[in-house]
């Protein structure tokens, strides 16, 4: 026996099995007492519960839902919210972080102390803080009798931010932005990928206008086949009764965790900007000035596409970070994806398939958008001998 | 000669203008900067402190009355902020223990301190010392139990043993990750990357909710305990990608000669690896602790009465329920004051490390 523990070859495929097999006892021990404990509260296993009508109403939907729709809408809902946030979120976190970022590389002293000020500032305070503080504020505004209005057409009260909109399903709205995103992704992928560069700069040209265009018209389409019927097609919030009538409504909700993350991904993407953009060579610069070029082209063809090779895969991770960071809207009472689940749980009492759901939802989620961006990382990336140094 | 002598000098009105005026745009940002900046300063310090109320002598009615920020709530509710539901008369044992641990934090900074047993020994030390002043029961102090622990000091202890438990955790996770055995690392790689790829607030949810279904009753444990546990893995898991790297650093003759002088493994790993790797990786490492520390936040949505939490019931109740702008001012200045000086701190060592390696 001794000999035998003392082969390498014994204890190496030993260890392995141990270690392995003893992973899987754990789970599979976790599985066999949950089953055992959720048996002896007579809740029955599997995911027949789907099907079953949830019972509760939801707080903010994209789609209608009303009481008697099963859990699998409900689910689909919470999803669908976390990715509404989430795009939103993300877009304006990122506009944030370029115009800080920007701010943090200028020649301009006063200009860089802003934003050292903006950065030191919101990242340095927990991001459920500041959800919790623009909540605060979002909430404190007055009621709708006295709400606060622009031009008659944008009213700001405690029940929310009321702007005027198109009367189209929210579901539309929000394909049709995402259609919009493609065709933006396309045109950087089509700009910046290697195998387009040999293509003719006219016909370059034409190719991206071409996608724009049919971007749009897609959206477009999709805005006019989403139309709520019989209705003019550009709402305008009306205070009639206790409540606004028309136009959109954006909850107290989603707006403060919209600013929260917008301002708090923000500071951290103005660090990956000024990164990316302290990454460039001064040599390519002074050779692009060499050349000619004005400060505008030396920016738009010079300085910006090599800080976005450097900045891509940092800002990737950055963008899971906070596509995980929307499951706050918990604490504000924001139905995204984790509030759903686990009011869902609370509920229907099915927790492990629902925990199984919800990390099942964020893996793809999450592989999904890492999976895009390093795609464009790829496309976009310098390959073999272009790298000189 | 008197060429040589003579270089032209800017004066310093050329070379404000130079540097702030030079062209149309930059005199435009210069100007829109310096507004700003000016608009911030004005209006922060008349808030803050000219129009400010300190004193709780009127009451909420003089708050409303000024102009500027009512730092009465805090005069009058800074205990309930600080040290929550713990027993008044034992506030001075929260506050002690919350010194304790500024203390071993800025101890830990200096480098004299920078060994494995030193470290350890500080943490683990001060970390006992806590907790004994917290739960009392020895030297004739009164128990006090967890569930009346709360404001800073809970959110402190969250975060003292997250890390206590998540840093050796997260050396195991390393070890396991880089073993030469496929399916060791394969399983510990999966495993690792799942918890990279949940939100930190679903696994505090699983361990706080759904692990007493999960687990026979004995092994559950009190829900605080629980919640610590599924922070120091989350921890874990990215500290462990870390310290990876860190390890990737270190040259790899340096083991081949290890092995080659017949070092045994654990020698080797606790001699000659990790003390490299902690080296390399010791600015991300600080980056994931502040991280770490600002995400004890969340444990409020499992409904633990921490700082953020008796913040909220500071202004939540009674009378000053209009000064919650105050009320996360402050909160979010003793947030500020920690992960500024810390991460401050990291960005000293890099460029101090920086310097080192030319």
């Known amino acids: 026996m001794l000999a035998l523990w003392n082969s390498q070859g014994f204890r190496r495929i030993f260890l392995q099995v141990a270690y392995v097999g003893g992973i899987f006892a754990l789970i599979i021990t976790c599985v066999a007492v949950a089953r055992h404990n959720l048996d002896a509260q007579g809740i029955s296993s599997g995911f ?63 200009a860089r102390l802003l934003g050292t000020i903006y950065v030191e500032t919101f990242r340095n305070i927990p991001l459920i803080v500041q959800v919790l503080f623009w909540y605060a504020v979002a909430t404190r505004f007055p009621p709708v009798k006295q709400a606060y209005s622009f031009a008659d057409s944008i009213f700001i009260s405690s029940r929310g931010l009321y702007v005027p909109g198109l009367n189209v399903t929210g579901l539309a709205a929000f394909l049709a932005i995402c259609a919009l995103l493609l065709a933006l992704g396309l045109i950087v992928w089509f700009s910046a990928a290697n195998r387009f560069k040999r293509i003719e700069p006219n016909i370059r040209r034409k190719t991206r ?11 477009i389409g999709i805005l006019y086949l989403g139309r709520i019927p019989e209705t003019p097609l550009v709402s305008i919030p009306a205070l009639k009764g206790l409540n606004f009538r028309g ?32 990454a460039v060579g001064r040599g390519q610069i002074e050779a692009s000035q060499s050349l000619g ?31 995980k960071a929307t499951t706050m809207g918990i604490a504000i009472g924001f139905t995204d994806f984790f509030m759903v689940v ?37 496309a976009i990336a310098l390959k073999g001998d272009q790298l000189r140094m | 000669m008197a060429s040589v002598d003579y270089i032209p000098r800017k004066t310093v009105l050329q070379s ?51 102009s500027g920020a009512c730092w009465s709530v805090i005069t009058a509710r800074w205990r309930l902020i600080l040290f929550g539901l713990y027993p008044h008369e034992e506030h001075w044992r929260s506050g002690l223990a919350c010194v304790v641990v500024v203390v071993m934090t800025v101890l830990s900074c200096l480098p004299r301190f920078w060994s494995g047993r030193a470290i350890a020994i500080i943490w683990v030390g001060g970390f006992l010392a806590f907790y004994f002043l917290m739960k009392g029961g020895i ?15 809970l959110t402190v202890f969250i975060f003292l043993a997250t890390v206590l438990i998540g840093m050796p955790l997260s050396i195991v996770w390393a070890l396991l990750r880089r073993s030469e055995l496929p399916w060791i690392s394969g399983t510990t790689a999966v495993i690792i990357d799942s918890i990279r790829s949940l939100p930190l607030l679903s696994i505090l949810f699983t361990f706080a909710v759904v692990l007493p279904f999960v687990l026979p009753s004995w092994a559950s444990g009190d829900k605080l305990y629980r919640v610590i546990v599924g922070m120091a893995l989350f921890f874990s898991a990215y500290q462990a990608e870390i310290i990876r790297g860190g390890m990737q650093g270190v040259p790899k003759g340096q083991e081949e000669a290890a092995k080659s002088l017949g070092i045994a493994y654990w020698h080797r790993v606790s001699r000659i690896l990790l003390p490299q790797a902690f080296k390399n990786a010791l600015p991300a490492t600080i980056n994931q602790i502040v991280i770490t520390f600002k995400e004890t936040s969340l444990v409020i949505i499992i409904g633990f009465f921490e700082i953020l939490a008796s913040g909220n019931a500071a202004y939540g109740t009674g009378e000053w329920t209009f000064a919650f702008v105050e009320v996360y001012a402050f909160i979010a200045l003793v947030y500020f004051v920690f992960v500024f000086s810390l991460s401050r701190y990291g960005a000293y060592l890099e460029r101090r490390m920086a310097v080192s390696e030319r």
């Open chain 1, 48 to 110: 027949d519960f789907l099907y079953k009508s949830t019972g509760w109403n939801i707080g903010f939907s994209l789609i209608d839902f009303k009481a008697v729709d099963p859990y699998w809408k409900v689910l689909m809902i919470g999803l669908l919210n976390t990715l509404f946030l989430g795009t939103i979120g993300l877009v304006l976190a990122t506009i944030v972080g370029m115009i800080i970022g920007l701010a943090r590389t200028s020649e301009n002293d006063l």
């Open chain 1, 209 to 219: 206008w071409l996608i724009f265009a049919s971007g749009t018209a897609v959206a």
């Open chain 1, 247 to 278: 136009g959109i409504r954006l909850t107290p909700e989603f707006a403060a965790l919209v600013i929260a993350i917008a301002i708090y991904g923000g500071g951290y993407i103005a660090e990956i900007v000024r990164g990316g953009f302290k």
């Open chain 1, 293 to 323: 070029l004005n400060r505008f082209q030396i920016f738009t063809r010079v300085k910006f596409p090599l800080a976005l090779r450097a900045m891509l895969p940092i800002l990737t991770n950055q963008y899971v970070w906070l596509m």
């Open chain 1, 342 to 378: 686990s009011i869902s749980i609370n509920q229907s009492g099915q927790t492990l398939e629902l925990i199984g759901i919800l990390m099942g939802g964020f893996l793809l989620i999450n592989f999904t958008l890492a999976a895009v961006l390093n795609r464009i990382n790829k």
């Open chain 2, 16 to 66: 404000l203008r130079d540097r702030y005026f030079s062209t149309l745009a930059n005199t435009a940002l210069t100007l829109l900067s310096a507004f700003i900046i000016g608009a911030i300063i004005w209006k922060v310090l008349n808030w803050a402190i000219l129009g400010a109320v300190f004193s709780t002598q009127g009451g909420a009615e003089a708050c409303r009355a000024a």
């Open chain 2, 139 to 153: 030297l004739g102090l009164t128990v006090v139990e967890e569930a009346k622990w709360g404001g800073l000091s």
